[in-house]
């Protein structure tokens, strides 16, 4: 293993430590504090193999737990902790892995965790979005596994799902898993633990995008906002970098805001990296405003963003990483006592929709509720056949829905309305089945209405539990209303349109890797059912 002297001090330096746990950190306003009343500035490092392999967006859903390689966090946190690390983001962990060993070094070398709550194949894609039972359960295990730890500040539930303003539709629900989360906090977990967004710097829908995740109930709102920025490349100014223009934007937010990632690397790659930026992050210009900041990344992949190169059980800090530890070293921000910091920031209004911002701030999409789309389920006179692959699923869809739309208002959603199916948050085959129930229905149960070329079935035996009759009857209701506010709408399909393709910013240069690499869905079937609609149906299988 290859590693500076400070690195080899840091790490016999932790071994001699206490292993008490870190106090936790809490918020107040916009700024951070150790559970003790010091101001706490985010001294991070994004901490994350790309699953990609060669930096690229992930097709198999893979992805590397860093937090669950003690191996590996043996070799890497001393070298983190020499650079004056306090913090990590992590983008993906497996909420039924082994922890601890990991938790607990970091812990002794005074680094707190932010981790995202999706994974490559559990996330709200911007091209679908959906907020449903599958990642409701996803984000609350990675929050049973990482309230464990004290030294976890909390999460974010969505990196840039919303990027440009083609797919702003996305952000209603990322804020409705941010909603959720919190809620699951509050009521499950002793200790405060926020749950944030983390944003990319797109010009068209930048204020939009802050104000809506800050607006109106803030039980609703994010209770922190990364910010990943790319900005400020070589030699610049706070001014010149367009940090000013943040900076004035952001006084007035109502919670901590810090870069969620940083580290331009033009124009000579990583090892160009000089991080004046670094410097500025902690100065008084920027302090009173920011709360730090997180730079991408440990590991030098083929992105060319990395602070060291791993090979093996071997690591070698490169020299942007001793660019970055003595800016970080030397930075002496500037902080107050909780007692005496007596916030007066509100949050923002909601924005109003418009050509680049479609989302209503007024409602969100329902919070996923596994029973009752079991409930709903047990209920159906008509359902697919248990051989039917989930891959047949969107054409399904799109006959049904092409031949009735009102027969797939129940799993709709209309962002720009704030109306939602009450079935919007089902899996995808409780939806399918409800929208084929639905379509037997309104043909008053002809038995051809229930076949779809031998993939549905009457269900004969279809009983709905006593017990749920209220939750049905008032699901219902909320549907009636869903088939008026959707109907003709551009909002339609499982959860919402995606509309268009991934893209970046060109106001900065950033890793577009890592950013697409967390946006995968598990199954795009909104799409279909929205051209279904819109066209009419191709074919009809009854």
């Not at 400020?232 to 706070?238: K, M, P, V």
């Not at 209503?360 to 709903?376: F, I, R, V, Y």
């Not at 969107?394 to 031949?403: A, D, I, S, T």
């Not at 919402?496 to 795009?524: E, I, L, N, Q």
Request: aromatic share 10%.
């Amino acid at each position: 293993m290859v590693t500076s002297k400070a690195a080899i001090v840091a790490g016999l330096t932790l071994a001699g430590q206490a292993s008490a746990a870190l106090q936790p950190i809490i918020m107040k306003g916009s700024k951070f504090f150790y559970e003790n009343g010091t101001q706490f500035y985010i001294k991070g490092i994004a901490y994350q193999q790309d699953a990609g392999g060669a930096g690229g967006e992930t097709t198999t859903g893979t992805f590397k737990d860093p937090l669950a390689d003690a191996a590996a966090c043996k070799r890497d946190v001393p070298i983190m902790a020499a650079a004056g690390t306090n913090a990590i983001r992590t983008y993906a962990i497996d909420p039924t892995a082994d922890h601890s060993a990991c938790m607990k070094l970091l812990d002794e070398a005074g680094i707190y965790v932010i981790s995202d709550l999706s994974e490559p194949s559990k996330s709200i894609n911007r091209d679908d979005p959906r907020w449903d039972v599958t990642l409701y359960k996803r984000y609350t295990a990675v929050i049973d596994e990482m309230s464990k730890y004290s030294n976890v500040i909390g999460f974010f539930a969505g990196n840039e799902v919303s990027n440009n303003a083609t797919n702003t539709d996305a952000s209603a629900y990322v804020k409705a898993a941010v909603r959720d989360s919190k809620n699951y906090i509050k009521n499950n977990v002793k200790r405060w633990m926020g749950v944030g967004y983390a944003a990319n710097d797109d010009a068209k829908i930048r204020s939009e995008m802050a104000h809506f995740f800050n607006c109106g109930n803030q039980s609703e709102a994010i209770d922190f906002w990364g910010y990943n920025i790319y900005e400020w490349c070589g030699h610049n100014t706070i001014k010149g970098s367009g940090y000013q223009d943040q900076i004035d934007f952001f006084k007035n937010y109502s919670v901590p805001v810090f870069f969620a990632e940083y580290g331009c690397n033009i124009p000579d790659g990583a090892e160009g990296r000089i991080f004046e930026e670094t410097t500025a992050l902690y100065s008084d210009a920027m302090t009173d405003v920011f709360s730090g900041g997180i730079v991408y990344m440990y590991f030098e992949e083929d992105n060319d963003y990395g602070l060291v190169k791993v090979s093996g059980n071997s690591a070698k800090t490169m020299k942007n990483y001793d660019k970055l530890k003595a800016n970080v070293l030397a930075a002496k921000p500037k902080t107050v006592e909780l007692d005496s910091y007596s916030p007066s920031n509100k949050a923002a209004e909601c924005p109003d929709v418009t050509s680049n911002w479609k989302v209503t701030g007024d409602a969100l999409p329902p919070t996923p509720n596994e029973s009752l789309c079991e409930c709903m389920y047990n209920s159906l006179t008509c359902v697919p056949n248990k051989d039917v692959k989930p891959t047949a699923y969107g054409e399904l869809f799109g006959v049904v829905c092409g031949n009735d739309p009102a027969a797939c208002a129940g799993i709709q959603g209309n962002v720009s309305t704030g109306v939602y199916g009450a079935y919007a948050m089902c899996n995808s085959l409780q939806q399918l089945g409800y929208v084929m129930d639905q379509y037997y229905k309104n043909q008053k149960y002809a038995s051809s209405a229930c076949d779809f070329n031998g993939q549905a079935s009457a269900n004969g035996a279809a009983k709905a539990d006593p017990t749920c009759s209220a939750a049905l009857k008032s699901a219902e209701a909320a549907n009636k209303v869903a088939a008026t506010a959707t109907a003709g709408s551009g909002n339609g399909g499982v959860g919402g349109t995606g509309g268009g393709a991934a893209a970046t910013s060109s106001s900065f240069a950033s890793p577009v890797a890592m950013k697409s690499f967390f946006t995968v869905a598990d199954m795009a079937v909104g799409l279909y059912v929205v051209i279904a609609m819109g066209v009419g149906a191709g074919m009809v299988m009854l």
